[in-house]
């Protein structure tokens, strides 16, 4: 680790969305609640986070995340009446769920005003150190969980660092997508150092097809450039013009390639992707999927006639 590098204890969760496109579950259920086999979004995400070392995890939730905050609550009717049922592997799934006091912090977005916002509305839980920032939304199958992969990167780097994943050209008005200094380093390497970054460009103006996917660790100085309240595309506070900011005070910033499959679970097909990929991975699962799959592939192509 370099001398000047701090270690990345804090992360931040931006869960204040209204997850319309899952309307109607999400007029009830928060989308961070919905379940990608027997876990919701929100636990694989904390599940990476403690895995990478993370200790302090603070939530940028709005109105109606109630059962977001319950679901990492004690649960001590429930773990009685499993322990006097002798189901021991459930009580273990779900002592997995809790969070001890003082862990978890819960801030409020009162508007829909950016990513960049909602990261700058739990400044004051901050501070003066570097952290992680994890999109629910994406959920990465890897070995090695993504933002620990991230975490031992940075150690070697310090400043700031995005993960970041090829994406078909014709996608890239979708993403923040790297601008990348080819001069250092290896440009056809994992860990390479960024000069710019353009959120959701026009197809013909990106500069790359490297897309930033919702894992990021940035220093203090980014919440200094989010104190200004920029608003950038969309009308929107971004995240990634902070973090270009960065660059241009000449403050380093690098993209990780990192490896394993990103879900985008923010959408239905994604999300009904991710519900195959995870459980296909399940020695539970797997045999008894995989024969119904085999079942049914043969049919799909004459649905739609």
């Known amino acids: 680790m370099t001398n000047t590098t701090r270690k990345v204890t804090k992360a931040v969760f931006p869960v204040a969305g209204l997850g319309t496109r899952f309307l109607p579950a999400t007029k009830a259920v928060p989308k961070e609640i919905m379940t990608l086999v027997d876990r919701p979004l929100i636990q694989y995400a904390i599940d990476e986070a403690r895995a990478a070392g993370i200790t302090e995890f603070i939530f940028v ?31 273990n799934a779900l002592k997995a769920t809790n969070m001890e006091s003082g862990a978890i912090a819960y801030i409020r977005q009162h508007k829909p005003m950016g990513l960049g916002h909602a990261v700058w509305c739990a400044r004051r839980l901050i501070g003066d150190e570097p952290f992680a920032i994890i999109l629910t939304d994406d959920v990465i199958a ?32 979708s993403y923040g997508i790297l601008d990348l200094d080819t001069s250092a380093g290896d440009p056809d390497g994992r860990l390479l150092k960024v000069k710019g970054m353009v959120e959701k460009p026009k197809v013909d103006e990106a500069p790359s097809s490297l897309a930033v996917i919702g894992r990021y660790i940035v220093t203090p100085s980014v919440l200094e450039t989010l104190n200004t309240q920029t608003k950038g595309a969309g009308g929107e506070i971004q995240l990634t ?19 394993g499959q990103r879900f985008d679970c923010g959408s239905k097909a994604g999300f009904l992707q991710a519900t195959v990929g995870f459980a296909l991975a399940r020695s539970d699962l797997r045999d008894e999927l995989s024969e119904y799959l085999r079942q049914i592939v043969p049919t799909l192509g004459t649905q739609n006639q």
């Not at 933002?147 to 700031?160: H, I, N, P, R």
């Open 61 to 91: 939730t709005s109105r109606g995340k109630s059962a977001l905050e319950d679901y990492f609550d004690f649960a001590p009717e429930l773990e009685a009446a499993l322990e006097g049922s002798g189901k021991d592997e459930l009580i």
């Open 142 to 173: 890897a070995d090695t969980p993504c933002l620990k992969q991230m975490v031992e990167a940075y150690a070697e780097t310090g400043g700031s660092m995005v993960a970041a994943m090829e994406v078909p050209r014709e996608k890239t008005s």
């Open 241 to 259: 013009d902070a973090i270009a900011a960065e660059i241009a005070a000449g403050r380093p910033v690098h993209g990780l390639k990192f490896d």
